[in-house]
């Protein structure tokens, strides 16, 4: 069983409040990431990390920032939450190295009212 | 970008039948990851597959890598509710520059 934690898993919010959607993984993984999937499925790369201090940004543009101070956590914040950004957020870490399985959390469903 | 492309959309089986899907690129593939997410939940991870030309099998889903490396299926034998989901495939690039991307998902349905 994977030891990757999402929190919360469901948040309803207004519109214009600032959120942190919390990601911890205790497997030791370099890599971490953030997609945002479509209610049609699609997932969507939105943040990915190598590692401590190591952000980038993903193949589809998003308002959220990503920061990875520590290696096991790798919050994502919204600074005003819009209806726009009601979605599912799935986090996924996997080793470093090529070709190694990544395992996901839970995932949050956010709702912007 | 990788551009993985997954077909069918959606899948509807009577319990026991045959099914494939697959998940075509439109570059080489250096890494095809198969996942399973139920809805509202996380990936579970079912098998990935590297060389041109491998097969993986677990339990009864089978996946192959093609030999030009550029497109996968996935295929479950005598399908059964428990088999119900979504269907991912995933890849990489390779190299220093990992990213893992997906296809846009296959609904299967398994009706009793």
Redesign the interface.
């Given at each position: 069983e994977?030891d990757i934690y999402?929190t919360p898993r469901y948040l309803v919010i207004g519109t214009g409040k600032k959120i942190t959607l919390e990601c911890s993984q205790t497997m030791g993984h370099d890599?971490m990431?953030w997609?945002q999937q479509d209610p049609?499925?699609?997932?969507h790369?939105i943040h990915?990390s190598?590692g401590v201090n190591s952000t980038e940004k993903?193949?589809l543009s998003s308002e959220s920032t990503v920061s990875r101070i520590r290696t096991e956590h790798f919050p994502l914040t919204l600074e005003s939450a819009r209806p726009s950004h009601t979605s599912?957020y799935?986090c996924?870490s996997?080793d470093w190295g090529?070709?190694t399985?990544?395992?996901?959390?839970?995932?949050t469903?956010l709702t912007v009212v | 970008?990788q551009e993985l492309e997954q077909s069918p959309q959606s899948l509807i089986v009577q319990e026991g039948k045959n099914l494939t899907i697959n998940c075509t690129s439109s570059k080489t593939l250096?890494?095809l990851?198969w996942?399973k997410q139920k809805y509202?939940?996380?990936?579970?991870?079912l098998m990935?597959l590297?060389k041109g030309g491998e097969e993986k099998s677990h339990e009864k889903i089978t996946a192959k890598l093609d030999e030009k490396k550029q497109q996968s299926s996935l295929h479950i034998t005598a399908s059964q509710p428990s088999h119900a989901g979504?269907y991912?495939c995933?890849a990489?690039r390779?190299?220093s520059n990992?990213?893992?991307?997906?296809?846009?998902?296959t609904?299967l349905t398994v009706n009793p």
């Amino acid at each position: 069983e994977a030891d990757i934690y999402q929190t919360p898993r469901y948040l309803v919010i207004g519109t214009g409040k600032k959120i942190t959607l919390e990601c911890s993984q205790t497997m030791g993984h370099d890599k971490m990431y953030w997609y945002q999937q479509d209610p049609g499925m699609e997932l969507h790369l939105i943040h990915y990390s190598y590692g401590v201090n190591s952000t980038e940004k993903g193949d589809l543009s998003s308002e959220s920032t990503v920061s990875r101070i520590r290696t096991e956590h790798f919050p994502l914040t919204l600074e005003s939450a819009r209806p726009s950004h009601t979605s599912q957020y799935l986090c996924a870490s996997s080793d470093w190295g090529g070709f190694t399985e990544a395992f996901f959390g839970q995932g949050t469903r956010l709702t912007v009212v | 970008s990788q551009e993985l492309e997954q077909s069918p959309q959606s899948l509807i089986v009577q319990e026991g039948k045959n099914l494939t899907i697959n998940c075509t690129s439109s570059k080489t593939l250096y890494g095809l990851y198969w996942y399973k997410q139920k809805y509202g939940e996380g990936l579970i991870f079912l098998m990935m597959l590297q060389k041109g030309g491998e097969e993986k099998s677990h339990e009864k889903i089978t996946a192959k890598l093609d030999e030009k490396k550029q497109q996968s299926s996935l295929h479950i034998t005598a399908s059964q509710p428990s088999h119900a989901g979504i269907y991912l495939c995933g890849a990489d690039r390779g190299g220093s520059n990992y990213k893992l991307t997906f296809g846009k998902g296959t609904l299967l349905t398994v009706n009793p």
